[in-house]
């Protein structure tokens, strides 16, 4: 069964232009035109993805995002934010509140969907010769696509589990924010490196005792980030 992606957008026009693309690369699409549709057809339909605009009539993708994050039931779907503003500030509180990836108006729908593949490829498990990774406490699961610190399961967003998943297997080598991009989302951002302090913040909040002093994920000053040897 293919998967299916939820279009939000109160532009019309934009979600038959998705839609299109989208069928047309093999997906199912279901559509929203505002905020408390789109909610209802996360918890009826419960899709693989959502691509969802912040700007709709009754509330922002934002506040959409955080209840989907905060609902235990929905809090793992990917999404990607869709946006006309172009403030580096907006982009970092969409990636903040767990967006998974974040695509300015005017956008070219190919790109898109190539982004949604990227996306839906990191929310599925990846087979690899090593199936657990495990770090001093921190176990990642491949198989089970599942993060357990001390034997608690932490809630990741894919984004996030790919994030860690790169920093687990090389620890104590220092990646760029470039190379962290690159090896974990499997593409580059347009020029937004400092997106990826986003998901670390996000990331050292679940797994960190104390995210101001963490203990796992280790900032490179002048470089990136590392995840640290036991």
Same mark, same amino acid.
């Given at each position: 069964?293919?998967?299916?992606?939820?279009?939000?957008?109160?532009?019309?026009?934009?979600?038959?232009?998705?839609?299109?693309?989208?069928?047309?690369? +093999?997906?199912?699409?279901?559509?929203?035109?505002? +905020?408390?549709? $789109?909610?209802?057809?996360?918890?009826?339909?419960?899709?693989?993805?959502?691509?969802?605009?912040?700007?709709?009539?009754?509330?922002?993708?934002?506040?959409?995002?955080?209840?989907?994050?905060?609902?235990?039931?929905?809090?793992?779907?990917?999404?990607?934010?869709?946006?006309?503003?172009?403030?580096?500030?907006? !982009?970092?509180?969409?990636?903040?509140?767990?967006?998974?990836?974040?695509?300015? =108006?005017?956008?070219?729908?190919?790109?898109?969907?190539?982004?949604?593949?990227?996306?839906?490829? !990191?929310?599925?498990?990846?087979?690899?010769?090593?199936?657990? /990774?495990?770090?001093?406490?921190?176990?990642?699961?491949?198989?089970?696509?599942?993060?357990?610190?001390?034997?608690?399961?932490?809630?990741?967003?894919?984004?996030?589990?790919?994030?860690?998943?790169?920093?687990?297997?090389?620890?104590?080598?220092?990646?760029?924010? $470039?190379?962290?991009?690159?090896? +974990?989302?499997?593409?580059?951002?347009?020029?937004?490196? !400092?997106?990826?302090?986003?998901?670390?913040?996000?990331?050292?909040? =679940?797994?960190?005792?104390?995210?101001?002093?963490?203990?796992?994920?280790?900032?490179?000053?002048?470089?990136?980030?590392? /995840?640290?040897? $036991?």
């Amino acid at each position: 069964m293919s998967q299916r992606i939820l279009v939000v957008d109160d532009d019309k026009h934009i979600v038959r232009l998705v839609q299109s693309y989208l069928e047309q690369a +093999g997906y199912q699409v279901l559509t929203a035109f505002d +905020g408390a549709a $789109a909610l209802r057809v996360i918890r009826t339909d419960r899709p693989d993805l959502a691509v969802l605009d912040v700007m709709l009539p009754d509330q922002d993708g934002w506040a959409i995002t955080r209840a989907v994050r905060s609902d235990a039931n929905m809090a793992n779907l990917p999404i990607i934010m869709l946006t006309a503003r172009v403030e580096e500030t907006d !982009r970092i509180i969409g990636l903040e509140l767990g967006a998974d990836d974040y695509v300015p =108006k005017p956008f070219n729908p190919r790109e898109l969907v190539a982004r949604v593949r990227a996306v839906l490829r !990191r929310s599925g498990s990846t087979p690899t010769a090593a199936h657990v /990774l495990e770090q001093h406490g921190l176990r990642l699961d491949l198989d089970r696509h599942r993060v357990t610190r001390d034997g608690q399961l932490i809630d990741v967003t894919p984004t996030e589990f790919d994030l860690l998943k790169v920093l687990m297997e090389y620890p104590g080598h220092a990646f760029t924010r $470039a190379e962290l991009i690159e090896k +974990g989302l499997g593409y580059t951002y347009d020029g937004l490196d !400092r997106g990826i302090d986003s998901h670390i913040k996000n990331l050292r909040k =679940k797994i960190e005792p104390d995210p101001i002093n963490p203990i796992y994920i280790e900032t490179v000053y002048g470089v990136g980030y590392r /995840l640290a040897m $036991a």
